[in-house]
Each structure stands twice: as structure tokens, then as C-alpha cells.
């Protein structure tokens, strides 16, 4: 390997390299010379550069090569005295590559953890380069290789025949003993590794039915026995704070985890069903990215009008769309970009998924009456600039936050519609006077999410091959010349699934004075959508189109969420 190299040597490396970067990521990369990150995991933690991209980079700067991953092949021998924790912290995983003995890394500034892998292996191995996104599904392939030995020191454990009555203590004991305790600890290493955001343990006729929710979409995992499922779930609802004997009612509770130096919260939800007991756990990573509007993934006008809706001093800023399309994080990184020392900002919100240093957050708690509506009345004696409210449920809670738009602050907030135009209706539906609506909306944003192709098995498509022409042209769609579309294939990387990651399409109206004409008039949906497009707004499915002539995504994900 090469000298050691200081990150701010490779920061300054990559500043220089034209071929690597572009301007945007060159100004945020001269901005990090002033405090670099202490390792190339820092780098990658920042999400300035894809994951290719500094890998590429990584490799070049070290003068090493990068790895073939998908000829990657494990050997048991080679991780027997190495153990997953090491070597996930070191980013380093022993393999073959073609039948030749490597280290595959990610991190060549750790330096002494690679030495020691080095000198465990007996001998001196080339290293290969893969990307951090790489290593981790690595990891995820060696874990799911075969039924690990806390797998089987659980199923063991667990196999003991249970009386009748509930043993509370025993089950209790179960769930507390260390197979199961390692069991639920590979568990939510896998689901991290791949990003998953829930898991769902649901009781079947035949066992238990383990999935993941992996961009969106639920993945089916090895499934549990009866008697395993019942340490695990017992073990989860522990660490919930939730009551492990009782199995007749809902319960909800949260947690936070360390798994490897990553930190997560996760939200428990059980519910009693036919079969037994199914749980649900919501995960959010803490500090997995920086929340960064640019980033979002908006077209260049929609991010410049957006930008400048919440610069305004006052007014109202409505994100719309369903459950879990990202309202909540394209809020949040507005706020981001708004948090100042200059100015205060509050929030209320159910429940907290994004700590932000120097707001004020607040939890719903319904038990004690601290609902939506009665924390914006204590907000606005707590003389705040900024007020996000984490969703508009009725009509208290929008006259307020209407009220509040009017009288000098930024409101924040969150709509369940299918559309842009649809959230105006909806306010309107919640008893928001038409006048008073006209003169306090500034924006509203309308988002989905879809999944991104993964960059290595996507494969070129012409002219929509693979896809209704019909159904296209009835939704607008026209091939361009320079148009870069692909389709989804499937490989090792991706889990087979031919996506990897998700990103937003979005719809953003500005309130202009055409539209606020037309509020006044009440008028129906589809002339304020009219009026919207025919002054310039891109719809969601023109923004899904877009994506998909730049290679971003498939049409079956753009239509898949649009439709």
C-alpha cells in the first residue's frame, strides 16, 4: 500500500482532479480543507461523491485496483480468526477474486486494523478497492451465507416445549439470553446494512414470514420458527420499553441502538393478529446524511423556487403527498437550510424522526393534550421565526397555523394529497377561509418517491422498449434525442432487484397572483392545476420522465407512482 496519506492530502487530491468531480462537489470539497474528516468513511458519510466516484478515486490515489465484486468468493478459513465486528469496523473483508487470495477495503486510512487482518491472514495478499455501498452488501452476503451460530444456538434455545400458560419469566429469560440477544443483533446489522427502513415479523400458519422494506419495496428474508420468532419479538418489545406479556393489545414504543458505531432509533408497533403476534420497527439512521435541499433530487427551477419560498419572512409552505414519500425529510432539510443563530425556529411534530441541533423540537403526546393545535398556540408566545407542524389534521390546527402564516412567521407544514393543486382543496376542506388562504400560501410542494436504477446491470432501452407505447403517449411521454434511458436487470449489488436507492419526483406551485385569484374563487382542482402548468410548473410525471431520459430510474417506477 502507499504511504500514508493524510484525508486532507486527498480532499485536496480530489479538488484538483477534473476528470473526477464537478464544480458543485469541487466548492463543497474546498469548503471541507478547513476541517476534513479524519477518515475516507467521513468522506463518504458527507455524500458529496457517489460512492463510485470516490472509490475510483480512493483507488487512484493509493494506486491500487478496484475490485470485481461481483467475482468476489468467500472461504470460511479466511474470517475464522477475524471476527465481523473487526473487520466491518476496519471496512475490510478477506475474499477471492478469481480464484486469488484478496483484501477487498474501502478505508486505506485504517491503517493499523488492515495491518492486522493482514498478519491474520498469514500472509501478504493484494488489496482491492471497493466502494462503501459494495463492502456493505459483502458483509450482507457473508452474514446470509448460512444460518450463523447465534442463529443456531437460538434455534436451540429456543426449541424447549413451552407450557400452555405464558411463563413470564421464562420468556423473559429467553428473550434476555445471549443467542437470542446476538440473533436480534444480526438482525438489525442486516437490516442497516441494507438500508432497510422496517422490519415486519408476521405470524403465518407455517412459521413466521421475516421481510425487510428495502427502497420502498418489502423483501422477503429467511423466514423464523414459531419459537425463535418469540424470543426475537420478546427481545425487540424489551428493548421498546414495552410489556412482553401482553400479547392481546397494540402496543408502541421506541428505542435507541448502537449497531457497529451506527447509531438508530427505531419506533416498535405490535399488533395481535390470527396467528400470533406480528411487530413492525421503523428504523431511521442518525447522521446518515447531511439534509441538503440540493439533494433532493429537485430539477433546477423547482429547487430555485424553493429556495426562495422559504427565504420569505412569513407566508404558508405545504409538502403533499402519502405516507412515506418524504415529506418529512424535504421539510427537515428545508429547515436545515434556514437554521441560523439568527433566527428561532419550532417545531411540533409526531413523532420526531430528525434531530436538528438549535431548533426546538417538540413530541405529540395526545395522553396529556399536547396536540398539534395546542402546541402552536404556546408556540406563538414563544416568539419563534419558524414553525414546521408535522401534519395538518384538522381544522384547528390549519386555522392556526393560517393565523400564524399572517401575523409574521414561516409555517412548515404536511398534507396527504395526491397533488400540488389537491393540497389547496384540502385546506379549503378543513375550514381555511378562501381569502385568508389566498394571502398566506406561499408554496406547496408535491412528492413521491422512486427507486434508482442500480449503475451496475442497469441495461439501455430504445424508445420504451418493454413498455406499453400506448399507455406512454396517453401519459405524455416523447422520446428525445441524448435521451439515456435503462431498465432494471437485476444483480449481486442490488439484491437482484435492479434498483438501488431511492429519489424524489416532485411537482413544486408557487402561488402566484393567477392562482391566487382562482383560490378565492374556489375553484376546482384541475383549473388551479391548469393554470400551474400553463405558468410553468413541471408535473411529477414530467419530472418521473425526466429522470428516466437521464438514466435515473425505469418508467415502470414512474409510472408505478404517478398512475
Given at each position: 500500500?502507499?504511504?500514508?496519506?493524510?484525508?486532507?492530502?486527498?480532499?485536496?487530491?480530489?479538488?484538483?482532479?477534473?476528470?473526477?468531480?464537478?464544480?458543485?462537489?469541487r466548492?463543497?470539497?474546498?469548503?471541507?480543507?478547513?476541517?476534513?474528516?479524519?477518515?475516507?468513511?467521513?468522506?463518504?458519510?458527507?455524500?458529496?461523491?457517489?460512492?463510485?466516484?470516490?472509490?475510483?478515486?480512493?483507488?487512484?490515489?493509493?494506486?491500487?485496483?478496484?475490485?470485481?465484486?461481483?467475482?468476489?468468493?468467500?472461504?470460511?478459513?479466511?474470517?475464522?480468526?477475524?471476527?465481523?465486528?473487526?473487520?466491518?469496523?476496519?471496512?475490510?473483508l478477506?475474499?477471492l477474486?478469481?480464484?486469488?487470495?484478496i483484501l477487498?477495503?474501502?478505508?486505506?486510512?485504517?491503517?493499523?486494523?488492515?495491518?492486522?487482518?493482514?498478519a491474520?491472514?498469514?500472509?501478504?495478499?493484494?488489496?482491492?478497492?471497493?466502494?462503501?455501498e459494495?463492502?456493505?452488501?459483502?458483509?450482507?452476503?457473508?452474514?446470509?451465507?448460512?444460518?450463523?451460530?447465534?442463529?443456531?444456538?437460538?434455534?436451540r434455545?429456543?426449541?424447549?416445549?413451552?407450557?400452555?400458560?405464558?411463563?413470564?419469566?421464562?420468556?423473559?429469560?429467553l428473550?434476555?439470553g445471549?443467542?437470542?440477544?446476538?440473533?436480534?443483533?444480526?438482525?438489525?446489522?442486516?437490516?442497516?446494512?441494507?438500508?432497510?427502513t422496517?422490519?415486519h415479523?408476521?405470524?403465518?400458519?407455517?412459521?413466521?414470514?421475516?421481510?425487510?422494506?428495502?427502497?420502498?419495496?418489502?423483501?422477503?428474508?429467511?423466514?423464523?420458527?414459531n419459537?425463535?420468532?418469540?424470543?426475537?419479538?420478546?427481545?425487540?418489545?424489551?428493548?421498546?420499553?414495552?410489556?412482553?406479556?401482553?400479547?392481546?393489545?397494540?402496543?408502541?414504543?421506541?428505542?435507541?441502538?448502537?449497531?457497529?458505531?451506527?447509531?438508530?432509533?427505531?419506533?416498535?408497533?405490535?399488533?395481535?393478529?390470527?396467528?400470533?403476534?406480528?411487530?413492525?420497527?421503523?428504523?431511521?439512521?442518525?447522521?446518515?446524511?447531511?439534509?441538503?435541499?440540493s439533494?433532493?433530487?429537485?430539477?433546477?427551477?423547482?429547487?430555485?423556487?424553493?429556495?426562495?419560498?422559504?427565504?420569505?419572512?412569513?407566508?404558508?409552505i405545504?409538502?403533499?403527498?402519502?405516507?412515506?414519500?418524504?415529506?418529512?425529510?424535504?421539510?427537515?432539510?428545508?429547515?436545515?437550510?434556514?437554521?441560523?443563530?439568527?433566527?428561532?425556529?419550532?417545531t411540533?411534530?409526531?413523532?420526531?424522526?430528525?434531530?436538528?441541533?438549535?431548533?426546538?423540537?417538540?413530541?405529540?403526546?395526545?395522553?396529556?393534550?399536547?396536540?398539534?393545535?395546542?402546541?402552536?398556540?404556546?408556540?406563538?408566545?414563544?416568539?419563534?421565526?419558524?414553525m414546521?407542524?408535522?401534519?395538518?389534521?384538522?381544522?384547528?390546527?390549519?386555522?392556526?397555523?393560517?393565523?400564524a402564516?399572517?401575523?409574521?412567521?414561516?409555517?412548515?407544514?404536511?398534507?396527504h394529497?395526491?397533488?400540488?393543486?389537491?393540497?389547496i382543496?384540502r385546506?379549503?376542506?378543513?375550514?381555511?377561509?378562501?381569502?385568508?388562504?389566498?394571502?398566506?400560501?406561499?408554496?406547496v410542494?408535491?412528492?413521491?418517491?422512486?427507486?434508482?436504477?442500480c449503475?451496475?446491470?442497469?441495461?439501455?432501452?430504445?424508445?420504451?422498449?418493454?413498455?406499453?407505447?400506448?399507455?406512454?403517449?396517453?401519459?405524455?411521454?416523447?422520446?428525445?434525442?441524448?435521451?439515456?434511458?435503462?431498465?432494471?436487470?437485476?444483480?449481486?449489488y442490488?439484491?437482484?432487484?435492479?434498483?438501488?436507492?431511492?429519489?424524489?419526483?416532485?411537482?413544486?406551485?408557487?402561488?402566484?397572483?393567477?392562482?391566487?385569484?382562482?383560490?378565492?374563487?374556489?375553484?376546482d382542482?384541475?383549473?388551479?392545476?391548469?393554470?400551474?402548468?400553463?405558468?410553468?410548473?413541471?408535473?411529477?410525471?414530467?419530472?418521473?420522465?425526466?429522470?428516466?431520459?437521464?438514466g435515473?430510474?425505469?418508467?415502470?417506477?414512474?409510472?408505478?407512482?404517478?398512475?
Amino acid at each position: 500500500m502507499a504511504a500514508a496519506m493524510t484525508s486532507i492530502d486527498f480532499v485536496r487530491y480530489l479538488t484538483m482532479n477534473d476528470d473526477l468531480i464537478g464544480p458543485s462537489e469541487r466548492l463543497s470539497l474546498e469548503r471541507m480543507l478547513k476541517d476534513p474528516p479524519s477518515s475516507y468513511s467521513g468522506l463518504w458519510e458527507t455524500g458529496i461523491l457517489s460512492g463510485d466516484q470516490l472509490a475510483k478515486a480512493i483507488a487512484e490515489f493509493h494506486g491500487l485496483a478496484r475490485a470485481a465484486v461481483d467475482q468476489i468468493e468467500f472461504r470460511p478459513e479466511f474470517t475464522e480468526d477475524l471476527s465481523p465486528r473487526f473487520l466491518r469496523a476496519a471496512w475490510a473483508l478477506p475474499a477471492l477474486e478469481r480464484g486469488q487470495q484478496i483484501l477487498v477495503i474501502a478505508d486505506p486510512t485504517r491503517e493499523e486494523a488492515i495491518e492486522a487482518a493482514l498478519a491474520a491472514l498469514g500472509q501478504r495478499v493484494e488489496m482491492r478497492v471497493a466502494t462503501f455501498e459494495e463492502m456493505a452488501m459483502l458483509f450482507e452476503r457473508l452474514l446470509s451465507k448460512d444460518r450463523t451460530p447465534a442463529l443456531a444456538a437460538t434455534e436451540r434455545a429456543a426449541a424447549r416445549p413451552e407450557s400452555t400458560d405464558e411463563d413470564l419469566d421464562r420468556l423473559h429469560d429467553l428473550a434476555s439470553g445471549a443467542p437470542i440477544v446476538r440473533a436480534v443483533d444480526q438482525l438489525l446489522e442486516t437490516a442497516l446494512n441494507l438500508s432497510a427502513t422496517d422490519i415486519h415479523i408476521e405470524p403465518q400458519p407455517d412459521g413466521v414470514r421475516l421481510r425487510m422494506r428495502v427502497d420502498g419495496m418489502l423483501r422477503t428474508m429467511q423466514p423464523l420458527s414459531n419459537d425463535i420468532a418469540r424470543g426475537v419479538v420478546s427481545r425487540i418489545k424489551i428493548l421498546a420499553g414495552l410489556n412482553i406479556a401482553e400479547h392481546r393489545l397494540p402496543q408502541d414504543g421506541r428505542a435507541r441502538i448502537t449497531i457497529n458505531t451506527t447509531r438508530a432509533d427505531f419506533r416498535v408497533a405490535t399488533m395481535p393478529t390470527l396467528h400470533g403476534e406480528a411487530l413492525v420497527a421503523r428504523i431511521l439512521v442518525k447522521g446518515a446524511e447531511a439534509l441538503d435541499l440540493s439533494r433532493l433530487g429537485m430539477a433546477p427551477r423547482d429547487f430555485s423556487i424553493l429556495s426562495t419560498q422559504v427565504a420569505e419572512p412569513h407566508g404558508l409552505i405545504v409538502v403533499a403527498g402519502p405516507t412515506g414519500c418524504g415529506k418529512t425529510t424535504t421539510l427537515t432539510a428545508a429547515l436545515s437550510s434556514l437554521n441560523s443563530p439568527e433566527r428561532k425556529i419550532m417545531t411540533i411534530e409526531d413523532p420526531i424522526e430528525y434531530q436538528i441541533a438549535g431548533v426546538s423540537q417538540t413530541q405529540v403526546k395526545p395522553s396529556i393534550n399536547l396536540t398539534f393545535a395546542n402546541a402552536m398556540r404556546s408556540f406563538l408566545r414563544q416568539d419563534p421565526d419558524i414553525m414546521m407542524v408535522g401534519e395538518m389534521r384538522d381544522s384547528e390546527t390549519a386555522s392556526i397555523g393560517i393565523q400564524a402564516a399572517l401575523t409574521g412567521h414561516l409555517v412548515l407544514t404536511t398534507l396527504h394529497t395526491n397533488s400540488a393543486a389537491d393540497a389547496i382543496i384540502r385546506l379549503m376542506d378543513l375550514g381555511v377561509e378562501t381569502f385568508l388562504l389566498a394571502s398566506a400560501l406561499r408554496c406547496v410542494i408535491a412528492q413521491r418517491l422512486v427507486r434508482r436504477l442500480c449503475e451496475r446491470c442497469r441495461s439501455p432501452v430504445a424508445d420504451g422498449a418493454g413498455v406499453e407505447h400506448a399507455a406512454l403517449t396517453r401519459r405524455g411521454f416523447v422520446s428525445r434525442p441524448g435521451d439515456t434511458c435503462f431498465r432494471a436487470v437485476g444483480c449481486p449489488y442490488c439484491g437482484e432487484s435492479g434498483y438501488r436507492g431511492r429519489i424524489g419526483i416532485f411537482e413544486v406551485l408557487p402561488v402566484d397572483a393567477e392562482l391566487s385569484g382562482l383560490i378565492r374563487e374556489d375553484v376546482d382542482p384541475q383549473k388551479i392545476q391548469a393554470a400551474a402548468v400553463r405558468a410553468g410548473m413541471t408535473t411529477m410525471l414530467d419530472d418521473g420522465f425526466a429522470k428516466y431520459r437521464k438514466g435515473i430510474t425505469s418508467i415502470e417506477e414512474v409510472l408505478r407512482v404517478t398512475v
